[in-house]
């Protein structure tokens, strides 16, 4: 039996920890990019293509390497998605396996190629339009995104991923969305283990497969009427489980 109350409360404590720096954070992955102007194109997609790659990988060095990759001048060209698809599936290859944005050689440089194609066949390369022509909705970017038009967003439609990137966009653009309140937390390993330490899912919930839709739906559950919205906590939670549960006081 979930004991809410008590949740709330360890939580209040988690976010204040995490506020006064007790849980770490002061870098955070995505904290290495380039510092484009927040509202240009180049940083719209700075954080994006990189995000489809991010599956069972360390975070830091995931965009440490799509740091080196923009700053050599030979590999840079993989951020521009017109650019991407005039070169040879080789010379992508190349680019995003010499800084290891790419582990997997051959599937994640078609996972790029696929997402570029889609920016320059929607949206003439500028990623921007697709939160524009959506109304900056997150409910409707997502429906778009993972149930309509899935295959043209490989691994970004993904439910632990596109809750993650549309978290790095409001974070890191200009990009402010409505609906936010339903911007559910990502729930990759590190928060679905965490979300297990204070009690919100059972041991044997832990282990099933739908354990990613569980945490979420808990979460959405556990917020409502409160000050809270299911993103404030995805950090704190990233960050304690990261960090080896700090003793939460």
């Not at 510092?35 to 990189?50: A, D, I, Q, R, V």
């Not at 975070?59 to 998605?81: G, H, I, M, Q």
């Not at 402010?176 to 919100?200: F, R, S, W």
Request: glycine share 4%; proline share 3%; charged share 30%.
């Amino acid at each position: 039996m979930i004991n809410r109350s008590e949740i709330l409360n360890k939580v209040d404590k988690l976010i204040n920890m995490y506020k006064n720096g007790e849980l770490g954070g002061e870098v955070m992955p995505e904290d290495a990019n380039p510092h484009f102007e927040k509202s240009s194109n180049e940083n719209y997609l700075y954080f994006t293509l990189p995000m489809a790659l991010n599956y069972q990988r360390n975070s830091y060095t995931l965009w440490e390497s799509a740091l080196k990759t923009y700053e050599d001048k030979e590999t840079r060209f993989v951020f521009n998605p017109k650019i991407c698809l005039e070169k040879s599936f080789e010379e992508v290859q190349y680019a995003l396996t010499k800084h290891k944005v790419a582990l997997q050689k051959q599937k994640q440089t078609e996972i790029w190629l696929s997402l570029c194609n889609t920016f320059v066949e929607l949206y003439d390369g500028d990623i921007r339009m697709l939160f524009d022509r959506l109304d900056n909705d997150v409910d409707i970017i997502r429906d778009f995104i993972q149930k309509q038009n899935k295959k043209k967003f490989p691994y970004l439609s993904g439910t632990k991923i596109c809750n993650y990137w549309l978290y790095v966009i409001w974070e890191y653009t200009d990009r402010k969305y409505k609906n936010i309140e339903n911007l559910t937390v990502a729930p990759d390993t590190h928060v679905v283990k965490a979300t297990h330490k204070l009690g919100l899912i059972t041991k044997e919930e832990l282990n099933k497969s739908d354990v990613q839709l569980i945490v979420i739906d808990r979460w959405n559950e556990l917020f409502k009427g409160t000050k809270y919205k299911p993103i404030d906590i995805h950090t704190p939670l990233w960050l304690w489980s990261r960090n080896g549960f700090k003793e939460i006081k």
